[in-house]
């Protein structure tokens, strides 16, 4: 089992910045990709940012330039750093980590972008 603790959400003006971390613990050892998703009122989760165990990444073509994530495997924590934001960018940010073909989410984070 893996649990996933997030932090770093709120409230940000249309350009600000936010960033967003996300703690696992648990069966850590066993966990290769961990990465952020999201979710908006009346729309399907999506992919936003993932990270291999080496360092891999690929983002969504909407956050590109803009996110970055990164990844301190030694405090088994995710970063998202998120640089001019937009009023489409609000939802809810979950964050993931894929360990032995199973997905594991944290509670979600709310991120509102103001216009």
């Known amino acids: 089992q893996v649990q996933l603790v997030e932090s770093g959400g709120g409230l940000v003006q249309t350009g600000g910045s936010l960033r967003l971390s996300c703690a696992a613990s648990?069966?850590?050892?066993?966990?290769?990709?961990m990465g952020w998703y999201r979710q908006a009122p009346g729309k399907q989760r999506e992919v936003v940012a993932v990270?291999?165990?080496?360092?891999?990444?690929t983002y969504a073509d909407s956050v590109k330039g803009r996110f970055t994530i990164s990844r301190d495997n030694a405090k088994n924590t995710v970063y998202l750093q998120m640089n001019s934001l937009k009023p489409e960018d609000t939802a809810v940010f979950y964050c993931?980590?894929?360990?032995?073909?199973?997905?594991?989410w944290g509670q979600g984070t709310q991120v509102t972008v103001s216009s």
């Open positions: 993931n980590a894929n360990a032995r073909a199973t997905n594991y």
């Open positions: 648990g069966s850590i050892f066993s966990i290769n990709v």
């Open positions: 990270m291999t165990k080496g360092g891999s990444a």
